[in-house]
């Protein structure tokens, strides 16, 4: 089956613990991203990348990481979570990276940091 | 800076009602715009993608069309349905994979 996959689905950590949520997808895609979703503010780009060893900042990229290795994968990594980092954390995927096609999403991460 | 608004913010309609949700962005240099629906607490599911050469595209009760010109899309929903209730979101996509997303419309849909 053609899918995302997030994890973990659910996370509660603390300030400063450094933690990767990690996203995978099986469907040969070049494009990937990552989206961060809070009340009142919808859901906003944190990072993307249109290919393995290519990655670029989104609208909010502050406090977070990312790196593409592989094609597959992409993990989203809080080197040091802070409160304001509380969020529901989705992934995307699309085939190409020329921006036609549809965007793919994972079911969603929903992290607290205490 | 690109901005995509969705109006109304929330809609309540009996069942059996004709709906258009409207999507407005604006910037036309758009690649194309997607329609999700999103149940509470849940993920995306996509419903409808047209193309920047397309002008609507349908799936059964659903038609979403696409005015570049104008920068607007509207998503009709035919003979709602209770479990139509969700939020409806839109999603353009432009240039350099920059997706910019609507704050969605809340749907809620009264048997």
């Known amino acids: 089956e053609a899918q995302v996959t997030q994890n973990p689905r659910y996370l509660i950590t603390v300030t400063g613990k450094k933690l990767t949520v990690t996203c995978s997808q099986n469907?040969?895609?070049?494009?990937m991203s990552w989206y961060r979703q809070d009340p009142g503010l919808g859901l906003r780009q944190i990072y993307y990348?249109?290919?393995?060893?290519?990655?670029d900042k989104g609208d909010v990229p502050e406090g977070y990481k990312v790196s593409r290795k592989e094609k597959r994968n992409f993990p989203l990594i809080l080197e040091s979570p802070s409160p304001n980092q509380t969020s529901l954390y989705f992934c995307?995927?699309?085939?190409?990276?020329?921006?036609?096609?549809?965007?793919?999403f994972g079911e969603g991460s929903r992290l607290t940091v205490l | 800076k690109q901005e995509v608004t969705q109006i109304p913010a929330a809609l309540s309609v009996p069942e059996g009602e004709n709906l258009v949700l409207n999507c407005s962005f604006t910037?036309?240099?758009?690649?194309?715009l997607q329609w999700f629906r999103q149940d509470p607490g849940k993920g995306l599911t996509s419903l409808l993608l047209?193309?920047?050469?397309?002008r609507e595209q349908t799936s059964g009760r659903l038609n979403a069309s696409l005015d570049k010109s104008s920068g607007r899309s509207t998503l009709y929903i035919a003979a709602s349905q209770p479990g139509d209730s969700a939020t409806y979101l839109c999603?353009?996509?432009?240039?350099?994979?920059?997706?910019?997303f609507g704050d969605g419309t809340t749907l809620t849909v009264k048997p």
């Open positions: 469907m040969n895609h070049e494009y």
């Open positions: 990348s249109m290919n393995v060893e290519v990655t």
């Open positions: 910037d036309s240099a758009i690649y194309n």
């Open positions: 995307a995927s699309r085939l190409g990276a020329t921006n036609t096609g549809e965007l793919f």
């Open positions: 047209i193309q920047s050469s397309q």
């Open positions: 999603v353009r996509t432009g240039n350099a994979g920059k997706s910019t």
